[in-house]
């Protein structure tokens, strides 16, 4: 008991520090941008091509790039809607944290060199990096919560060929396949695509390259939008330690 109290603790300190890195990772992208001298900008032709140049590109980088970061913290919100949290995972969890404080740095890079191929390929790759540790987090959350699903895993499988025969007990397959946590998936699975997008277009475009981070925008909102009613999971047989888990992602994912 007294470790189990330990544990939840520490699962909260975690919560509250990755709370207080979004904050500040977020805060600090705004104090990226170099407000120029009157020294640099002597007349109206100097403060529109400073406009055209810097301004204008570097508000869509600092706009992306604080979606990007709140899209983030969001996943990372859900995810700590997980039951069992073991140190291995919350140790990744600082990992993941660590990378993400590199953000505000490579969104200054950004507002400098967005022009450069290789600029834009260093933030894509960072961005991509964190986009699968939240993937890696996602599948060892799963494996530890659905332990019981993975140790009978060939058994559930016949069971399943069989037409469910030899009662076998199936709602942590049934979660696992239909529940929200599929929706969770392919939460976090689209910042992976875009980033992979973003670097292709890094060789071609270096604002199609950042543009391709709103697509991360768009997946979320048709993602969410498509798989609301399915979510629902009103067909199956759930546990009460089941249900009340299911509808704690359920409600940081839709708002409920």
């Known amino acids: 008991m007294a470790n189990n109290k330990f544990l939840n603790n520490s699962n909260d300190r975690h919560a509250a520090v990755t709370d207080g890195v979004f904050a500040i990772a977020m805060t600090i992208l705004v104090l990226e941008f170099a407000v120029p001298t009157i020294n640099d900008i002597s007349s109206g032709v100097a403060l529109n091509q400073y406009f055209i140049n810097y301004l204008a590109p570097s508000i869509l980088i600092y706009f992306v790039s604080f979606y990007i970061v709140y899209n983030f913290w969001e996943n990372t919100v859900i995810l700590f809607n997980f039951n ?61 919560n659905f332990e019981d699903y993975f140790k009978n895993k060939d058994l559930i499988k016949t069971a399943v060929q069989d037409s469910y025969d030899d009662g076998i007990e199936l709602t942590n397959l049934k979660i696992y396949m239909r529940g929200v946590t599929l929706t969770l998936f392919y939460l976090l699975l ?36 498509r798989r609301f009613a399915n979510d629902k999971l009103v067909e199956l047989d759930l546990t009460d330690d089941e249900k009340e888990f299911l509808e704690n992602i359920r409600r940081s994912i839709y708002g409920e």
């Open 190 to 225: 689209a910042p992976v695509i875009s980033s992979l997008l973003s670097l292709l277009f890094a060789f071609v475009s270096p604002i199609a390259s950042i543009l391709s981070f709103l697509l991360t925008l768009i997946m979320v909102f048709i993602i969410r939008t």
């Open 84 to 144: 069992k949290i073991s140190y291995g995972i919350l140790t990744l969890n600082m990992v993941t944290m660590a990378s993400v404080c590199l953000i505000p740095f490579g969104t200054g890079f950004l507002f400098k060199f967005y022009h450069y191929t290789n600029a834009n390929i260093f933030f894509s790759l960072l961005i991509l990096i964190i986009s699968l540790l939240y993937i890696l987090l996602f599948f060892l959350l799963v494996k530890s």
